[in-house]
């Protein structure tokens, strides 16, 4: 069997009580060489798990929705999820795809009441993780009062290093002047020389400057430094929406003239990528791959001859891209397309549907067949949800029957009702908040519509690029690229014209 392996902490220095990153990969490993899984994936973070939004869990549910594992393995329950709801959603999701799940430490107990008492012990889970975040925030909120630096995303900062509250003149950031001399640098690279984020991650990666964590250099992160206040030797910290200013603990390494210039600059080239970007790219941002779900970036390429170099624009998955060496990448290979080509061919299909009055017509009529009263939807909606708390508390009283000693097949068969009442009202709720969905979106959308269609047809063949670019978000353009199939969606049934091009460029 085909096993992914999942390892989580709270934070990326727990090293104890057997959950550091390490000792779970390690218990998992040997977990799966003495059941013969074959361990093909394996996922570690530092992260909260209380969220249900973090990167390598995404990763993890997306091999499951694919269908590429049999087994998920991890050192505890609470490793995967602390809360209960989450749990359930996952759960559910690994149902689905006949995807099982086992932890080193405990047995997974399948029945109902398995689940029923696994769901209480993720509940009493989450409290106690709400408990160490309260306690957490208390000690930061002293540290903080103590003119130090607190722990967590505070103390790790590029450029710096940070000194343990535990040793002497403790909670205070210093000089790492390895990386003080690249953040120097790239505020150079930004001011004098007007390099934009995204060259600036590129010139580094180059370079093979590494990061903090040993990543490759982004946009983002590149952004994030450039606009940080602290490289000035200023140190906020924000506790529960409180500002609180922190005094002589981080060593400026910018000083805030040049921190000046720089927000400017950033603004400038923020500008200046929005109007480069409504000029040169028709589909910027309405275009997504196939094979990988990710968006498709915009590209230049340089095609050199004997006496001229020839730039290109095009298309690509934001994931086809190489990683400088030393870095793993998870890449597409799904095809990129001229963007000349690629927009040509978008466009005509565009211009058929809207040269099409029937079909327009027929397809707003039928959108406002949909469109009436929804409020008996809403108050259904608000009905079943009531439903839905009446069944939480029957179940929270059939746990005290089995604590009590009540039979046990009386006591599953009841939780199976409850399940089976549970999954119908969840379906009919999620079938009637489509519907209100749906109703309240076309009855805003539709007059914008049929007025933009009526000025837009008297005169498609003179379009500018904007009143393009209206018309693409207008109708919900979407177009999925899978290698030289181009597939066209949105409002109205483009669908019906879907492109499929003998080759791609």
């Known amino acids: 069997m085909k096993a992914a392996i999942f390892c989580r902490v709270s934070t990326d220095n727990q090293e104890k009580e057997g959950t550091s990153l390490q000792t779970q990969l390690e218990n998992c490993l040997a977990y799966c060489q003495q059941k013969g899984y074959e361990a093909a994936y394996r996922f570690s973070e530092p992260y909260s798990g209380l969220s249900l939004e973090r990167p390598e869990l995404d990763r993890l549910r997306e091999l499951v929705r694919n269908d590429v594992i049999d087994i998920i393995v991890c050192y505890s329950l609470d490793r995967l999820s602390r809360d209960p709801v989450h749990g359930v959603i996952i759960t559910q999701e690994l149902d689905k795809h006949d995807v099982a799940l086992e932890a080193v430490t405990e047995t997974i107990d399948s029945t109902e009441v398995g689940k029923l ?49 535990s040793e ?46 040993g990543n490759c250099w982004s946009r983002k992160v590149v952004h994030q430094i450039l606009s940080n206040v602290a490289y000035t030797g200023v140190t906020i910290y924000h506790h529960q929406g409180e500002p609180v200013e922190l005094s002589n603990i981080t060593p400026p390494i910018v000083d805030r003239t040049l921190f000046g210039l720089a927000q ?8 200046k990528a929005k109007r480069n970007m409504r000029r040169q790219y028709l589909l910027h941002g309405h275009i997504r791959c196939r094979q990988c779900g990710r968006p498709y970036s915009t590209h230049i390429t340089n095609q050199r001859t004997k006496h001229k170099t020839y730039k290109y624009r095009r298309y690509i998955c934001c994931r086809n891209v190489r990683a400088p060496d030393g870095f793993q990448v998870n890449r597409c290979y799904n095809k990129g397309w001229a963007a000349d080509k690629l927009e040509a061919l978008v ?15 027929a397809e707003i009529e039928k959108k406002q067949r949909r469109v009436g009263d929804i409020s008996h939807l809403q108050t259904e909606v608000r009905q079943i949800e009531r439903r839905l708390k009446a069944i939480d508390r029957e179940q929270t009283q059939l746990l005290q029957w089995a604590i009590k000693g009540f039979p046990e097949d009386m006591v599953e068969m009841e939780n199976r ?42 005169k498609l063949s003179a379009l500018d690029f904007e009143t ?38």
Not at 181 to 205: E, H, P, Y
Not at 469 to 489: F, P, Q, S, Y
């Open 264 to 271: 400017q600059q950033l603004r400038t080239n923020f500008e």
């Open 117 to 165: 008492i696994t769901y209480i012990r993720g509940f009493a889970s989450k409290l106690e993780a709400e408990k160490i975040r309260e306690r957490t925030m208390r000690g930061r909120k002293a540290r903080a009062q103590q003119g130090r630096v607190p722990v967590g995303g505070y103390s790790k900062l590029y450029g710096y290093d940070y000194i343990k509250v």
């Open 417 to 458: 009702k409850l399940n089976s009442k549970r999954e119908s009202f969840k379906a009919q709720k999620a079938e009637l908040e489509h519907k209100v969905k749906a109703s309240q979106e076309a009855a805003i959308s539709l007059p914008k519509l049929e007025h933009f269609v009526e000025l837009v047809r008297e």
């Open 168 to 213: 002497a003149n403790g909670g205070r950031r210093v000089l790492n002047e390895n990386e003080a001399q690249w953040v120097r640098q790239m505020f150079d690279w930004l001011v004098n020389d007007g390099m934009s984020c995204r060259a600036i991650a590129v010139k580094l990666n180059s370079l093979q400057i590494p990061t903090k964590h």
């Open 347 to 361: 466009w005509t299909q565009i211009e058929r549907i809207l040269a099409d009055p029937k079909l327009i017509i």
């Open 468 to 505: 393009k670019r209206v018309a693409l978000d207008m109708l919900d353009i979407k177009v999925w690229i899978d290698g030289c199939n181009v597939e066209v969606t949105g409002v109205i049934p483009i669908s019906d014209y879907a492109i499929v091009s003998p080759q791609s460029d």
